[in-house]
T-cell receptor, first 114, second 114 residues
Framework: AQSVAQPEDQVNVAEGNPLTVKCTYSVSGNPYLFWYVQYPNRGLQFLLKYITGDNLVKGSYGFEAEFNKSQTSFHLKKPSALVSDSALYFCAVRDSSNDYKLSFGAGTTVTVRA | DAGVIQSPRHEVTEMGQEVTLRCKPISGHNSLFWYRQTMMRGLELLIYFNNNVPIDDSGMPEDRFSAKMPNASFSTLKIQPSEPRDSAVYFC????????????FGPGTRLTVT
């Protein structure tokens, strides 16, 4: 079985401050982890993924995420948030035992105030 | 690349009518997914195709829903007859079966059944 949890429904930060969006996962095998962003009235846009290797993964638009196996976490981070980063963020996981099915979190709404 | 293309972007129909949603995956991708997004249930996988063959349709709500993929560049999701509870945003996504198999989403079709 596989699942992912995003403990915060909303995250509010000021522009220029660091942004963190939390994600924890549960899998029986090895995790393949993903972050997506959804802007209003748009589809989900792929940001980054962790498959194997370096625990710090860099993605699009200055975002990065850190894989922590002991804490089963994959938090999304951005050192300096922009107002344009305001959107809905989804974490997703796929167990290595299956080759297609993603489990998505409920999403975290990020609001960056000017 | 044009990305995943979906049509129509918006569909308003009356209960009992047939609805057909269309998807063109990214060229060269061999996996295709249909999802439904609602506030109550989040993102749900409806059906997964690999090389045009339906592999997992366990998420299709009931017999009113059907999906086809006649070739590698086109898929349809049909609802007949439609009901108000089918109102949602329907996304098509595609991926390559290599690497992390990350999925790329289309812009979605917002379906309203009155």
């Amino acid at each position: 079985a596989q699942s992912v949890a995003q403990p915060e429904d909303q995250v509010n930060v000021a522009e220029g401050n660091p942004l963190t969006v939390k994600c924890t996962y549960s899998v029986s095998g090895n995790p393949y982890l993903f972050w997506y962003v959804q802007y209003p009235n748009r589809g989900l846009q792929f940001l980054l993924k962790y498959i194997t290797g370096d625990n710090l993964v860099k993605g699009s638009y200055g975002f990065e995420a850190e894989f922590n196996k002991s804490q089963t976490s994959f938090h999304l981070k951005k050192p300096s948030a922009l107002v344009s980063d305001s959107a809905l963020y989804f974490c997703a996981v796929r167990d290595s035992s299956n080759d297609y099915k993603l489990s998505f979190g409920a999403g975290t709404t990020v609001t960056v105030r000017a | 690349d044009a990305g995943v293309i979906q049509s129509p972007r918006h569909e308003v129909t009356e209960m009992g009518q047939e609805v057909t949603l269309r998807c063109k995956p990214i060229s060269g991708h061999n996996s295709l997914f249909w999802y439904r997004q609602t506030m109550m249930r989040g993102l749900e996988l409806l059906i997964y195709f690999n090389n045009n063959v339906p592999i997992d349709d366990s998420g299709m709500p009931e017999d009113r829903f059907s999906a086809k993929m006649p070739n590698a560049s086109f898929s349809t999701l049909k609802i007949q007859p439609s009901e108000p509870r089918d109102s949602a945003v329907y996304f098509c996504a595609s991926s390559l079966r290599t690497g992390g198999y990350e999925q790329y989403f289309g812009p979605g079709t917002r379906l309203t059944v009155t």
